[in-house]
Nanobody, 123 residues
Framework: QVQLVESGGGLVQAGGSLRLSCAAS????????MGWFRQPPGKEREFVAG????????MYGDSVKGRFALSRANDRNTVYLQMNSLKPEDTAVYYC????????????????WGQGTQVTVSS
């Protein structure tokens, strides 16, 4: 089994930056692709970003392209979501997730979930 623990959420002003981290344990980290979803208040969960097992390919949702960057450090069992130029509409609970597949796409149904971390962007 895999355990995922997010950190780094908080309150930030519009235009600011935050970096979310997701630490994994329980299995060989490089054996699963990783990604992030988010759920804004009162809305459905949406895909944010995904990264392959080796970190060589990343994918982003349209609303965050050019502002967010996803990376992973397999030697630290951690993925990082760098969020820049934050907007109030980025306010959401952000969930780290993993899949046993090679790719983490917007259509991926994750095998593993973190508990979520709140990100609030004030205007």
């Amino acid at each position: 089994q895999v355990q995922l623990v997010e950190s780094g959420g908080g309150l930030v002003q519009a235009g600011g930056s935050l970096r979310l981290s997701c630490a994994a344990s329980g299995r060989t980290f490089s054996s699963y692709a990783m990604g992030w979803f988010r759920q804004p208040p009162g809305k459905e969960r949406e895909f944010v970003a995904g990264i392959t097992r080796g970190g060589g390919m990343t994918m982003y949702g349209d609303s965050v392209k050019g502002r967010f960057a996803l990376s992973r450090a397999n030697d630290r069992n951690t993925v990082y979501l760098q969020m820049n130029s934050l907007k109030p509409e980025d306010t959401a609970v952000y969930y780290c997730a993993g899949t046993n597949r090679e790719l983490f796409l917007s259509t991926t149904t994750p095998d593993y979930w973190g508990q979520g971390t709140q990100v609030t962007v004030s205007s």
